[in-house]
């Protein structure tokens, strides 16, 4: 009796190891995460306007259908990486993920607080890298340091209406985002 | 004999809970630091890198990009304040008011994140599309056929999911009552 109780007990501790290292591997493992199908779709370190989600098709789950939608995925093992992006006349946002799918970074047009969200994207290293005298002289110039290497920008500009759709994407395809050399 | 008996028995009991816990949580969208409003439930933790284990497997497992912290912040609706599920062949009925946000987002899915196909290709509201009421309370009818007013077709599907997207909003980690944050309520009116 008590030896089949121990049985248990050591079943029940081993599933639970089982459950917490599946759900830890999952990001690794996972296929169809959104940096993963976004992979076809996007060319390296460019913006790349994104379909708008119907019906019939999406690129990703739960999209917001009231949103134009711009994705950079990039790559800063060839540099630091600049992102301009004008604000449409909604509302404008920008949001950092990581490889792995992880929000790191989010601004708003508000709190950018100019009529183009200028940042610099860079690894930790890179950033320190840049001569100091230029950080503190460059005010207003945002440095985003990103976890890893990889990752994707998202831009979205709402249309508050339908009709303003085309507006909201016209705003977008003005944004870009390109690798600065290493000096 | 007694032995490898036991150690199999324990090795199938503990992969059949293992795993299956694993997809439990994964399927259900479990996750640490809900708020929960009415029937309206966010994560605001999981539009940051404080975002739990649990949600990190979910989105990686669904492929979503989940909604930034600076950005604003999503609740999601799987029943009616009274519990009961969204079932798009039935008219539910959203009334009251919103948090202080500079725009929301209402938007029907299906419970996979698919938007619902429908004759009006009609998939959401935004706060400027709403009409109001004089006191800036607004009703929404979510209802396979047409309705007057503020109409969201359901495509009469088995199970939908809503979303509502607060941008530029207050609303976050922060939040703790229903106080701070009123949420719209969900009434099932009856099916057809």
Redo the contacts between chains.
């Keep these: 009796m008590i ?1 089949a109780l121990l ?2 007990l ?10 917490l ?4 591997a ?2 690794q ?2 296929r ?3 940096y ?2 976004l992979v076809p779709l996007t060319p390296v370190n460019t913006m790349v306007p994104l379909a708008l ?4 098709s ?1 690129i ?8 134009a939608e711009a994705v950079c995925r990039y790559d800063l093992s060839g540099g630091s990486l600049k992102l301009t992006a004008p604000v449409s006349q ?2 404008t ?1 920008v ?3 990581t490889r ?9 047009d ?2 950018a607080g100019r009529r183009t969200i200028e940042l610099d994207l860079m690894t930790p290293e890179q950033h320190a890298q840049v001569p100091e005298e230029e950080d503190v002289t460059a005010a207003d110039r945002l440095i985003i340091e990103s ?1 890893s290497t990889m990752g ?1 920008i ?1 831009l ?1 500009a ?4 339908p009709g303003l759709m085309p507006m909201a994407r016209r705003a977008l395809a003005a944004a870009k985002c390109a690798i600065q050399p290493i000096q | 004999m007694r032995l490898l008996f036991g150690s199999c028995f324990t090795l199938l009991i503990a992969a059949a809970l293992g795993l299956g816990a694993t997809w439990f949580t994964l399927t259900r969208g479990v996750a640490f630091g809900a708020l929960t409003i009415g029937a309206w439930t966010a994560w605001p933790k999981s539009g940051s890198v404080d975002i739990d284990p649990y949600a990190r497997a979910t989105i990686a497992r669904s492929g979503e990009l989940p909604t930034g912290m600076g950005d604003g912040v999503a609740f999601y609706a799987h029943t009616d304040d009274a519990g009961n599920k969204l079932d798009g062949r039935c008219m539910f009925t959203i009334t009251g008011m919103t948090p202080p946000a500079r725009y929301w987002t209402l938007t029907l899915y299906d419970p996979e994140g698919r938007l619902v196909a429908n004759t009006m290709d009609r998939h959401g509201f935004t706060s400027e599309e709403i009409v109001r009421n004089g006191d800036g309370r607004f009703s929404i009818a979510v209802a396979p056929l047409a309705r007057s007013g503020n109409w969201l077709p359901t495509g009469g599907v088995e199970q939908f999911v809503l979303a509502w997207r607060l941008y530029d909003t207050p609303i976050g980690v922060a939040t703790r009552t229903a106080k701070e944050g009123p949420m719209p309520a969900i009434a099932r009116k009856g099916c057809s």
Excluded: C
């Design positions: 030896r049985w248990i050591g079943a029940i501790l081993l599933g639970g190891i089982v459950h290292s599946t759900v830890l999952m990001p493992a996972a169809q995460d959104a993963s199908r989600p119907t019906a019939a999406a990703m789950p739960f999209m917001d259908p009231a949103f909604a509302y946002s949001t950092f993920y792995k799918s992880i929000a790191y970074y989010a601004i708003n508000r709190a976890p994707l998202v979205r709402l249309a508050p209406e």
